[in-house]
């Protein structure tokens, strides 16, 4: 069964900064494209970073892009977030999932950017 388990969020001051991490189960992780989405209440899941099988190409949305860092560890089935100058717009659930054909959505973990 497809699995995801994310920690490591919770509350931090504007200009501060979080790891997130996931963990998967119940596919081949090497083989995907590994995703971080975040969907705030009553709006779209928003695509924020992605890394590709091999651990060399990534790719970011636009407001995140130079703060955000995603890494994956293929012997730990883990993908990771370092976010960097946290913003108040950063607040919200982070999810993590393949790329393509996303499925099984787990819990998240919450993100809180406040002063």
């Known amino acids: 069964q497809v699995q995801f388990v994310e920690s490591g969020g919770g509350w931090v001051q504007p200009g501060g900064s979080l790891r997130l991490t996931c963990t998967a189960s119940g596919f081949t992780f090497s083989n995907y494209a590994m995703s971080w989405y975040r969907q705030a209440p009553g709006k779209e899941r928003e695509l924020v970073a992605t890394i590709f099988g091999a651990g060399g190409r990534t790719t970011y949305a636009d407001s995140v892009k130079g703060r955000f860092t995603i890494s994956r560890d293929n012997g730990k089935r883990t993908v990771y977030l370092q976010m960097n100058s946290l913003r108040p717009e950063d607040t919200t659930v982070y999810y993590c999932?393949?790329?393509?054909?996303?499925?099984?959505w787990g819990q998240g973990t919450q993100v809180t950017v406040s002063s």
């Open positions: 999932n393949t790329r393509s054909e996303p499925r099984n």
